[in-house]
């Protein structure tokens, strides 16, 4: 599965790993791949202003490494995850793109409603630096006991050919264990941009993952402080306090707010 091809130059990898603050692994292993999931879960936001700006998401290669390195800005799973995808094969990684189906409301979503990554070494890992409050280092494939996380404890579990990803005794995602190619994705990943039943559409997130294991996340003018122990502080910001809040809180330079469907139905909570 997967291979060691990619389209990075040596600057761009380099480029890479300065955006993340990480230095070059010496060898391609789990330590390493470990560091830099959390590096990256650290460095770049998990964000959907593209969708409330008006700004096209493109799923092409130079595109996402444009938008990560050059813009400073952050995206979605398939951005985020299509992104450390290209990083990990530059660095001598085996990567397969996974699809996945996320439980909510009850329910399963569509097929190829997320994207996770399945790196090959001395046994198969998860890697997931696409899905927000996650797990922190990268998950065994083929382990089916509890795995123990600075975010919780997590299983996976089989479900026929697919497997199951649980934080705890909440279900997060269905993995269909075959590799795709990062095309298979763009028509499920229009949907999540322009359609009204889609999540990403109903409201604006901007959320990082912070070095204690909190979380600071702006969601339309509410900027929220999330502890490691789950405590939270919200805040409502003014217009201009948000936009200064993009830039102090997730290095996001913006002209002008994103707008935010969900400030038609009111103020937030």
Excluded at 114 to 136: I, K, M, N, Q, Y
Aim: glycine letters at 10%.
């Amino acid at each position: 599965m997967g291979g060691v091809d990619s389209p990075l130059s040596p600057d761009r990898v380099d480029a890479y790993l300065r955006r993340i603050g990480a230095a070059r692994p010496a060898r391609a292993d789990a330590d390493a791949l470990a560091r830099l999931q959390h590096a990256h879960l650290t460095s770049v936001p998990f964000e959907n202003l593209a969708i409330h700006l008006g700004e096209p998401i493109d799923l092409d290669r130079d595109a996402l490494l444009g938008k990560l390195l050059d813009r400073r800005r952050g995206g979605f799973c398939y951005e985020l995850n299509g992104a450390f995808a290209e990083l990990l094969r530059a660095l001598g990684y085996r990567v397969s793109l996974l699809g996945a189906r996320v439980f909510g409301d009850g329910r399963l979503g569509p097929p190829f409603d997320h994207l996770a990554l399945r790196v090959e070494l001395d046994e198969p890992w998860l890697v997931d630096v696409g899905f927000g409050r996650f797990s922190t280092r990268p998950l065994r494939l083929d382990e089916r006991g509890v795995q123990h996380d600075p975010a919780g404890g997590f299983t996976v579990t089989e479900h026929g050919t697919d497997l199951d990803v649980a934080l705890g005794d909440e279900p997060q995602y269905r993995l269909d264990p075959r590799p795709y190619e990062l095309t298979d994705f763009a028509p499920t990943c229009w949907w999540q941009a322009t359609s009204p039943a889609s999540h990403f559409t109903r409201s604006t997130t901007c959320s990082l993952l912070a070095p204690d294991g909190g979380r600071t996340t702006l969601s339309g003018l509410r900027l929220i402080r999330t502890a490691p122990d789950g405590a939270r502080e919200v805040r409502r910001l003014t217009e201009p306090e948000a936009l200064a809040a993009y830039r102090d809180h997730f290095g996001i330079t913006l002209d002008r707010l994103p707008a935010d469907p969900a400030a038609a139905t009111g103020p937030a909570s």
